[in-house]
């Protein structure tokens, strides 16, 4: 039971390049979650799922898109990556609305 | 704006003495959830408060909510080093609003 797993650990943009971070979860979950945390601050939703082929936008979605083709996976994508997205990104999932079970992170760094 | 707030910012005490933190949020929830971050790594839940309890414990842990105040607070007792981290709490994100579920956190430092 591995829990959520992220894909990569660590990743280095250039600007305008465009990335897919992925994120796994083994425990049937059905809300899963897309979370960026900036220095000395808290999470900010940039992206949710309720279910298996539904997304919905969280606080900060501009820049952002995300796809739940399977339940355990969601994937966020980034089209065209700006200076303004390095962030540490955590995926979560939860049983519905209850608490939430994180990834490790993706340390992103766009130049 | 964020959904839930936590004060104070941060916090330094000595192994031994108990830490208080507080919690507000701005609508309706069914549930209030606080979760621990340890520095570079990802949230840990701790605990979940549902809308119906005052008041729940686990271990050192002890949470109250009050909903007319649409607040909560996570009082850590005894505490130990081991308990020096950021400390968030969180509500499920509301449907239509979308709105972000944690706040900036209240930083705990414990010193030996």
């Known amino acids: 039971n591995a829990g959520v797993t992220q894909t990569p650990k660590f990743r280095v943009l250039k600007t305008g390049q465009s990335m897919t971070l992925l994120c796994a979860q083994d425990?049937?979950?059905?809300?899963m979650y897309w979370y960026r945390q900036d220095p000395g601050m808290g999470l900010r939703l940039i992206h949710y799922s309720v279910g298996e082929g539904t997304t919905a936008k969280g606080e900060v979605p501009d820049g952002y898109n995300v796809s739940r083709l399977k339940k355990q996976n969601f994937l966020l994508g980034l089209e065209s990556a700006a200076p303004s997205q390095t962030s540490v990104y955590f995926c979560?999932?939860?049983?519905?609305?209850?608490?939430?079970?994180f990834g490790p992170g993706t340390r992103l760094t766009v130049t | 704006s964020q959904q839930g707030e936590e004060d104070p910012q941060a916090l330094s005490i000595q192994e031994g003495e108990n830490a208080t933190m507080n919690c507000s949020y701005k609508?309706?929830?069914?549930?209030l959830q606080w979760y621990r971050q340890n520095s570079g790594r990802g949230l840990v839940h701790l605990i979940l408060?549902?809308?119906?309890?005052r008041e729940k414990h686990s271990g050192r842990l002890r949470v109250t909510l009050d909903t007319s105040k649409k607040s909560s607070s996570l009082l850590i007792t005894a505490s130990r080093a081991a308990d020096t981290a950021s400390y968030f709490c969180?509500?499920?994100?509301?449907?239509?609003?979308?709105?972000?579920?944690f706040g900036d956190g209240t930083t705990l430092t414990v010193k030996p």
């Open positions: 979560a999932s939860s049983y519905f609305g209850r608490e939430q079970y």
């Open positions: 969180a509500t499920p994100p509301n449907t239509n609003a979308g709105k972000s579920t």
């Open positions: 408060i549902r809308s119906n309890e």
């Open positions: 425990m049937n979950h059905e809300y």
């Open positions: 609508t309706s929830i069914n549930n």
